[in-house]
């Protein structure tokens, strides 16, 4: 019997916590032409109209689903608030360095790839904001309605001069057809598209709050070197200088605690050795001054700023 190596693959990368084993076919455009139609997804939130999913990037991690976008608990996030919450520039930089990165998701048609059914299509910010403009030209409108919509055009090429990790850096971009075109000709196949659209959600597992305090931990350790290099499907990484400035931080947390505390309510040196440093750092920083504006509205204002 032969052996699937694709299969053998895509098992190691589940059990690393990469990817779940997934029949989402994803769809990356190489270099040339191509046409797409983007199909609707059910049940978006409002405002939304690709699947949008939130991942951490800590050191060598290709991405861990934030638990807060599905109303988990999440020891990054409250990391996050914590370190926020001191004012301090440095801890803001921090907060930064470990918040949650964007990915957006299109269920596409490829022309010429019919047979493949409906694939998925990851991309990041310059994308999704063209993509949206769209919508809001009224010669254009809602491209994805199966009647009315219209197909795009998908340009990659190279930058001339440009480069990064040693490879030409590409330029995508996008334009829509000049005249709207139903998603297929035949109704019955274009329904069974509709109805069968990719769990993009499902392609990864979703952590516990343990598995995440731990990531953290060995982020924060330095036990996984980090890069400002793109993750497969685009996504940035945090750096090697925020594990050094993370380290430093939690040393000067710990200093000035230290220095203002009570010795009658010193823990014993037993105690703090049982405890993680995400916990540490997270109880510590509670009695760090907070900012005269409210801490949401702070908090609001630092997931929005790039």
């Known amino acids: 019997?032969?052996?699937?190596?694709?299969?053998?693959?895509?098992?190691?990368?589940?059990?690393?916590?990469?990817?779940?084993?997934?029949?989402?076919?994803?769809?990356?455009?190489?270099?040339?032409?191509?046409?797409?139609?983007?199909?609707?997804?059910?049940?978006?939130?409002?405002?939304?109209?690709?699947?949008?999913?939130?991942?951490?990037?800590?050191?060598?991690?290709?991405?861990?689903?934030?638990?807060?976008?599905?109303?988990?608990?999440?020891?990054?996030?409250?990391?996050?608030?914590?370190?926020?919450?001191?004012?301090?520039?440095?801890?803001?930089?921090?907060?930064?360095?470990?918040?949650?990165?964007?990915?957006?998701?299109?269920?596409?048609?490829?022309?010429?790839?019919?047979?493949?059914?409906?694939q998925v299509w990851a991309f990041g910010k310059p994308i999704h904001a063209r993509l949206l403009s769209f919508w809001v030209d009224e010669e254009i409108g809602d491209i994805t309605d199966p009647n009315s919509g219209f197909d795009l055009k998908v340009t990659v090429s190279h930058i001339a001069g440009k480069m990064f990790n040693g490879k030409p850096s590409l330029d995508t971009t996008i334009d829509p057809a000049r005249r709207p075109s139903k998603l297929c000709d035949d109704a019955k196949q274009s329904q069974l598209w509709l109805e069968n659209l990719p769990d993009v959600a499902g392609m990864w597992p979703q952590?516990?709050?343990?598995?995440?305090?731990?990531?953290?931990?060995?982020?924060?350790?330095?036990?996984?070197?980090?890069?400002?290099?793109?993750?497969?499907?685009?996504?940035?990484?945090?750096?090697?200088?925020?594990?050094?400035?993370?380290?430093?931080?939690v040393a000067d947390v710990k200093s000035e605690v230290k220095a203002s505390a009570p010795k009658a309510e010193a823990k014993t040196e037993e105690t703090k050795k049982s405890k993680t440093k995400a916990t540490k750092v997270a109880e510590e920083t509670e009695e760090a001054p907070a900012k005269s504006k409210d801490l949401d509205a702070a908090f609001a204002e630092l997931m929005e700023d790039e």
């Open 1 to 118: 019997m032969a052996v699937d190596l694709n299969a053998i693959r895509a098992k190691i990368a589940e059990l690393n916590g990469e990817r779940k084993q997934s029949n989402v076919q994803m769809w990356k455009p190489g270099i040339g032409e191509h046409k797409v139609r983007v199909l609707p997804w059910k049940n978006l939130k409002d405002g939304e109209v690709f699947k949008e999913l939130w991942f951490y990037y800590l050191g060598d991690e290709r991405g861990l689903l934030a638990p807060n976008q599905f109303g988990k608990a999440d020891p990054i996030n409250d990391l996050m608030r914590k370190l926020y919450s001191t004012g301090k520039a440095e801890d803001k930089l921090i907060a930064n360095k470990l918040r949650a990165k964007m990915r957006s998701y299109a269920a596409v048609i490829v022309r010429g790839e019919e047979s493949k059914g409906v």
């Open 207 to 249: 952590k516990t709050a343990q598995e995440i305090e731990t990531a953290l931990n060995n982020w924060m350790s330095g036990g996984a070197a980090s890069s400002d290099d793109k993750a497969s499907d685009g996504a940035s990484r945090g750096t090697a200088k925020g594990v050094d400035a993370l380290d430093d931080l």
